[in-house]
């Protein structure tokens, strides 16, 4: 796993001028808040809805979650300027198309800090892949920050629209685009952002079973990071981004027979149907240090409720 990555498995994004949105973020129980400013927020609510940050950061957290804003594409200074504070954890910065452009917020957010009294360094930017010639552009984009540390992109709405294809199919019809951001993020050692494909012929936001489905399948890919729209998929989306216990007491059992085979002349072995070498030692290391994190980010969130609770909310 990249070094320096949270713990994103869950969390909805939501128009932060919708204050019932807002106001129960923090009971939801996600890893993360997007607060968003671009497509859900019509264009002339943009300037009243920056005004509204500041305090949405100090609600949505107040369950645990990491706070994330999402910006409008064409405007970047304005944006940064109403959402940059304490608490802020990342910037998503949409449709991103070339380097130049992420450089740009980090210039911005480098001098906010400095005058808003937050750690430099603090606020990470997503940079999100949502057209042909940000895939193209893709490992530029991906190395043009340290503040990228999760990358991805290349599918929905405005992929779709970009490329000209529909958005609800039977098939993966962006398989060649993730695939690319995705070899860029490993290539940089970034959290790739993606998933492989479940088919979505319906273009249902809330169903729990496919948002589970997604992430488990997700997971045993080697992803991290999941996201939505609906409520109704954050427990499912953190179940299925955890490795269950059955596959934990399995790692252990894989560490304890590599442990006996380092003590042989071997390199590896066959027991009970099957193979143990330093290749399955080192997923299932990676496997119990993935959900120890888990376990760790779980807990931080319920003590963040119970003292928000104990608070009277």
């Not at 893709?138 to 503040?147: G, L, N, V």
């Not at 970009?162 to 098939?171: A, I």
Request: charged share 30%.
């Amino acid at each position: 796993m990249p070094k320096d990555i949270g713990v994103h498995r869950s969390g909805l994004t939501m128009p932060v001028v919708t204050p019932r949105f807002v106001d129960n973020a923090w009971r939801r129980g996600c890893d993360f808040i997007n607060l968003d400013l671009e497509d859900s927020v019509p264009q002339h609510m943009k300037g009243y809805a920056r005004t509204l940050i500041k305090d949405a950061i100090a609600n949505v957290t107040k369950g645990g979650a990491e706070a994330f804003t999402r910006i409008n594409h064409d405007l970047v200074q304005a944006d940064l300027e109403g959402i940059v504070w304490p608490g802020l954890a990342k910037v998503n910065y949409p449709k991103a198309e070339y380097a130049e452009e992420i450089q740009k917020l980090d210039r911005i957010i480098s001098r906010l800090e400095r005058e808003r009294g937050i750690r430099p360094g603090t606020v990470e930017i997503g940079a999100n892949i949502e057209t042909s010639v940000g895939v193209a552009n893709a490992y530029d984009i991906a190395s043009a920050s340290p503040r990228v540390k999760e990358f991805g992109g290349a599918g929905g709405y405005d992929m779709s629209r970009d490329l000209g294809v529909e958005m609800f199919v039977g098939f993966d019809q962006f398989v060649y685009g993730k695939g690319e951001v995705e070899l860029a993020a490993r290539a940089l050692d970034l959290e790739p952002h993606t998933a492989p494909f479940t088919a979505n012929t319906t273009g249902s936001v809330g169903d729990p079973d496919r948002a589970f489905r997604e992430a488990e399948a997700a997971r045993k890919c080697g992803f991290r990071v999941g996201g939505g729209l609906h409520p109704n998929v954050v427990e499912p989306q953190t179940r299925g981004f955890t490795p269950p216990p059955e596959e934990v007491e399995e790692a252990r059992k894989v560490l304890e027979q590599y442990r006996t085979l380092e003590n042989s002349a071997d390199t590896w072995a066959e027991i009970d149907g099957k193979i143990i070498d330093r290749y399955e030692a080192a997923r299932a290391r990676k496997l119990l240090d993935w959900s120890a994190t888990c376990a760790l980010r779980d807990q931080e969130k319920a003590d963040a409720v119970a003292r928000t609770e104990q608070a009277g909310g």
